[in-house]
């Protein structure tokens, strides 16, 4: 029996979860500081820091309370040591750090985007090979596991992150931060679409590129309002979405049938998004690809996936001493495990 | 002196992160068992645990044996901060242990004095604070013999044997972390003006100022500015006109033996709070929160 208390400070929310055998979530509190940042217009590192700081001892307690565990129980102690904002890590590192050397237990540095994986092993199981499609504030990205634990990395974001392209448009259509699920939800509603490019970059590539579109609806948006014409919020909204969308969705597909893997991984903030959700379930069942998605609550930050993450290494007794950083570039191809056996 | 050794002696972890320094003291009362101050440059959210681990070893001390943790909350590097005072919080609830937070400047001033008054080669705290007070005595005589040579009406006959401690360390832009303390020579010293945020320019005003309105045999015997004084010593000049060589500054960084001290001195006065509410003394909003209450 593996009981991993995981800790997760990477950005705006400060979390603790206990995963048993990287599966059986006991628990898994997250305070968020979104109302905080709001004010703000975005995650202020300096602000996020200091509420990690507020609430890390209270949100450990309550995690080990909620599990119905003590701290006797708990076998290793994981956190997301990158990437992330580097004075957020810091605050959960220490912590993580500081509960392992009093307990004397293992400490388990883990990648944030290996987190976003396996969430979706918390709830359902990944068979391998598998490709995941991780969407969120800060990444977009295709990865291929070829085996449990083996991250490759086939393509990224050349420039915005989804999440970050998702805010930025929705600023410009009026919307307060964090924009995105006003645009997600607007773009249910629009009864028609404006029209818009999308960034298919070289043919057989499986990057992506977020800037041009963001753009592009900026010139939309600010030629409406140069001819007084109706602003056409959720025509545009649609537009957006729809380019997003059908540009993840291809290149996913076809990474999918190029690797030949047996299953399909959506994970991070932005797979939360109701029109990605539905785009991808509809064409993976049309197409015989089995899909997971995680829960919502495992979508966005949280420690439960950091611990799932974690007992990959755990596995392989793969533990990280006690001199480890807040790592905001740190890779995750470096981060899979020894192959066992 | 047996009566010493039936009490049973309390042992305390104390650190402090919030200079280039990076503290670690382990102490038995007011004795040091073991500490390490070392240059981390900035860098100390990697070194402290070991650190720790260090200091535990060297003074035979186990985690489990421990009975309170102290931390310099600050003032100092935001970051800085945050690393001793997160691991002490966490470290604290974890070995459900005491934690008490102390003021970092406090520990600094104290450095300073104990250097100053030439006793901060001595690296046993209990010799340290006794001969402390001695120290203080010669350098007060030392004073009244020049106040009786120089015949100057600033520094006719000090009868106060107290001396003041500045401490600084630079917050940029002509800004320092300061406040007051004042030291009649043992022991921890006490704080009169709170820790701040201030430009050094009206610091010095205020200091000025409140040197003017004492009464002659108020004023203190001696004035010890100590810490990051290099960059701040053009901006004294003003008040050594005012006090003559009564000011001393003195060039030095927070030692471990003295956060140390600082850190038992709260701990033994039964000072402490529950992890969860122990934080950083940063003594201003952040910039992102300053600028919001501007425009508001």
Known sequence: MCNILAIETSCDETSVAIVQNGKHVLSNLVSSQIETHKAFGGVVPEVASRKHVETITLMIEQAVEQSGLTLDDVSAVAVTEGPGLVGALLVGIMAAKSVAFALDKPLIGTHHIAGHIYANNLTADIVYPALALVVSGGHTELVLLEREGQFRLIGSTRDDAVGEAYDKVARALGFPYPGGPYVDRLAMEAESAVELPRAWLEPDSYDFSLSGLKSAVLNVVNQKKMRGEEPMTAEIARGFQESVVEVLVEKAIRAVKAYDVRQLLLCGGVAVNKGLRRTLTERCEREGIELLIPPFEYCTDNAAMIGAAAYLKWKTGEFSDLRIKGDPSLSLEKWSTASIG | ?296
Not at chain 2, 124 to 131: E, G, K
Not at chain 2, 197 to 206: A, G, N, P, R, T
């Open chain 2, 1 to 296: 002196m047996s009566e010493m050794n039936e009490q049973p002696r309390k042992r305390f972890l104390v650190l402090d992160t919030s200079t280039a320094a990076q503290v670690v003291a382990v102490m038995e009362g007011q004795k040091v068992l073991a500490a390490e101050s070392s240059n981390a440059d900035r860098n100390h959210s990697v070194g402290l645990l070991d650190s720790i681990a260090r200091m535990l070893e060297a003074a035979s001390v186990s985690r489990r044996e421990l009975d309170g943790i102290a931390v310099g909350v600050g003032p100092g590097s935001y970051t800085g901060i945050r690393i001793a005072v997160t691991t002490a919080k966490t470290l604290a609830w974890t070995l459900q242990l005491p934690v008490a937070g102390f003021s970092s400047l406090a520990a600094l001033a104290l450095s300073g004095y104990l250097q100053a008054t030439g006793n901060g080669e001595k690296k046993d705290a209990n010799t340290l604070i006794n001969t402390s007070a001695s120290g203080a005595d010669e350098l007060s005589n030392q004073a009244t013999a020049d106040a009786n040579q120089q015949q100057t009406e600033q520094s006719v006959s000090a009868a106060t044997t107290q001396s003041w401690i500045v401490p600084l360390m630079d917050a940029r832009r002509g800004q320092v972390y300061t406040g007051l303390f004042t030291t009649e020579g043992e022991g921890v010293p006490h704080c009169v003006e709170a820790d701040r945020i201030v430009l050094m320019d009206d610091w010095v005003d205020q200091l000025i100022e409140r040197y003017r309105v004492l009464a002659e045999q108020e004023r203190p015997a001696n004035v010890y500015i100590v810490g990051d004084t290099a960059l701040h010593e053009q901006r004294v000049a003003k008040l050594v006109e005012l006090a003559g060589d009564r000011v001393q500054l003195l060039a030095c960084s927070l030692e471990a033996e003295d956060a140390g001290s600082v850190g038992a001195a709260a701990l033994l006065s039964g000072q402490s709070e529950p992890a969860h509410t122990l934080l950083p003394n940063y003594t201003q909003l952040s910039e992102a929160e300053a600028n919001l209450l501007r425009h508001s």
